[in-house]
């Protein structure tokens, strides 16, 4: 099969979307709301905020813009970033029951088999609104979302590799080893049965990265992901971690600049995801988790 002429690489409007300029602090308190409780100021991991009467903010510190004052005042009365705190989402009695949360957990299964169905791209942008909320050290926030939203996208990409793995076979150049063994294992089962056990056949897929120069840029991307799988799952989407994916990037280090990925980005992982054409009636079992106490 040949691969169509369809660009997959990311347009550069959406990369810079995601790449916003950073607002200005901007602290400010109501003070007909403001009960000069003092939760802001103990609340404030860089301890910028001091009560003097009204929280005080000190713009010399070291503000991280984590919105942690905004966030815990119980009336509403802290504003940074320009924020109205009547923006939020109120949180009482909304989360997860700690059984919903399980059955979320332990149900999850990596999914391998997909409907040939679009999602949605406003619920793709949905989840991935949700995904970015999830921890980054220093509160970096710098995690990009490189995401295939459209399935006739995705399956170019499905050709592309599957022609590039081809021919480094082809030219015996695949390495000795696992990744080798893999990679010509998903060339001949393409070839021989068009079945594709790199993307699972999936019609999206998702791979996070972050500047190489941030605070934590292997843990963010890992973290970000595993948020976006969870949301995901909770709205009946199927997801797979895709580390053969990962192989054919350490064998093809071109196609991450085609994907419009920075050259000055670590790449997390990828992870591909659709609407499942399986459905899991029940839990599997694990082994009990394996805990060292220290004493
Ligand atoms: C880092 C990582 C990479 C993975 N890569 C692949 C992959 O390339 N293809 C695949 O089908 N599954 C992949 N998986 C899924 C695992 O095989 C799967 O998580 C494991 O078998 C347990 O199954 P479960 O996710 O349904 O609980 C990967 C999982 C992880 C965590």
């Known amino acids: 099969m040949k691969a169509s002429k369809l660009t997959y690489m990311n347009p550069l409007r959406e990369k810079e979307a995601a790449v916003e300029e950073k607002p200005i602090i901007n602290f400010r308190v109501n003070e007909e709301r403001c009960i000069q409780c003092g939760e802001c100021a103990a609340d404030c991991p860089a301890g910028v905020i001091t009560m003097d009467g009204n929280p005080k903010f000190n713009e010399d510190g070291g503000c991280f813009r984590c919105q942690h004052c905004l966030a815990v005042c119980p009336t509403g009365a802290v504003s940074i970033l320009g924020k109205n705190p009547d923006d939020s989402q109120a949180l009482a009695g909304s989360f997860p029951s700690p059984s919903q949360m399980t059955a979320l957990i ?21 989840l991935l609104n949700i995904a970015c909320h999830a921890p980054t050290g220093v509160n970096a926030q710098g995690i990009l979302f490189t995401v295939v939203k459209e399935r006739k996208v995705m399956n170019a990409l499905r050709l592309d590799v599957m022609e590039r793995l081809g021919r480094i076979k082809d030219s015996g150049e695949l390495p000795e080893g696992f990744v080798g063994q893999y990679m010509g294992w998903a060339v001949k089962v393409w070839r021989e049965e068009g079945r594709d056990i790199i993307f699972r056949g999936a019609p999206h897929l998702l791979i996070t990265s972050a500047p190489n120069d941030s605070p934590c840029p292997t843990q963010d991307n890992i973290i970000a992901l595993t948020t976006f799988q969870m949301i995901a799952h909770a ?61």
């Open 106 to 126: 332990k149900g999850r299964r990596s999914v391998r088999r997909y409907k040939d169905e679009d999602v949605a791209t406003g619920l793709i942008d949905e």
């Open 235 to 295: 709205h009946g989407l199927g997801t797979v971690w895709d580390g053969l994916f990962m192989m054919v990037l350490s064998l093809c280090a071109e196609l991450t600049g085609r994907l419009g990925i920075p050259d000055q980005h670590l790449i997390g992982y990828a992870m591909a995801f659709g609407w499942p054409a399986v459905e899991y009636q029940r839990t599997v079992q694990r082994a009990p988790a394996l805990v060292n106490v220290v004493r």
